[in-house]
């Protein structure tokens, strides 16, 4: 069965610091793979995602994920976070029109 | 570039009433998916359309749910009649061909 893992609920970071959310899927074929964020009261934006090629992808707002196939993992990471990363983070995973998405990583930014 | 516009964005009314939920997707877009935002289920796709047909509905939860498309720049989700439980955050997306989705800001919809 298909499914999506965020093992992390929520993360509390100090700005500045690194950031690694988790991700961990099963899926049946090599599925399509994104990163999401959620800022309070708004909809999802696409961080980045994979299809194929190259495994670490960069997206937006300075994040990165690599795809691991041997462990089903598509980590997302920042090397320094802002203030303003503070927010609901969701991975997903699917081809065509199913998506699958995990529950979701809140992100709590401290000064 | 405008991006999926949903309305309202806030809905509260008593349970018994009809509601719905509005979207309309990015132009060129021949995709439009529907999804619910719980607490307790994260987010879950409804339905979903392809050049304005609906092609899989088997996650609308039951038939007091049901969703039109009656043109490309179109889409509602109806709930008739409303209960508390349908009270979510409801997400609008839209996207084209193989290409991620692309969501709107969504209606928080709660049912007294």
């Known amino acids: 069965a298909q499914s999506v893992t965020q093992p992390d609920i929520h993360i509390t970071v100090s700005e500045g610091a690194s950031l690694e959310l988790r991700c961990n899927y099963s899926?049946?074929?090599?599925?399509?793979l994104f990163w999401y964020v959620q800022s309070p009261g708004q909809g999802l934006q696409l961080l980045l995602k994979?299809?194929?090629?190259?495994?670490l992808v960069q997206g937006i707002k300075g994040f990165e994920a690599e795809f691991k196939r041997s462990q089903s993992s598509f980590n997302l990471r920042k090397p320094s976070v802002h203030w303003s990363d503070a927010a609901e983070y969701f991975c997903?995973?699917?081809?065509?029109?199913?998506?699958?998405f995990g529950t979701g990583t809140s992100l709590t930014v401290i000064p | 570039d405008a991006g999926v516009i949903q309305s309202p964005r806030h809905e509260v009314t008593e349970m018994g009433q009809e509601v719905t939920l509005r979207c309309k997707p990015i132009s060129g877009h021949d995709y439009l998916f529907w999804y619910r935002q719980t607490m307790m289920r994260g987010l879950e796709l409804l339905i979903y359309?392809?050049?304005?047909?609906?092609?899989?509905d088997s996650g609308m939860p039951e038939d007091r749910f049901s969703a039109k498309m009656p043109n490309a720049s179109f889409s509602t989700l109806k709930i008739q009649p409303s209960e508390p439980r349908d009270s979510a955050v409801y997400f609008c997306?839209?996207?084209?061909?193989?290409?991620?989705?692309?969501f709107g800001d969504g209606t928080r919809l709660s049912i007294l």
């Open positions: 359309f392809n050049n304005n047909v609906p092609i899989d």
């Open positions: 997903a995973v699917g081809t065509g029109n199913q998506f699958y």
């Open positions: 899926y049946g074929a090599t599925p399509y």
């Open positions: 997306a839209s996207r084209i061909s193989n290409q991620p989705q692309h």
């Open positions: 994979y299809f194929s090629g190259d495994t």
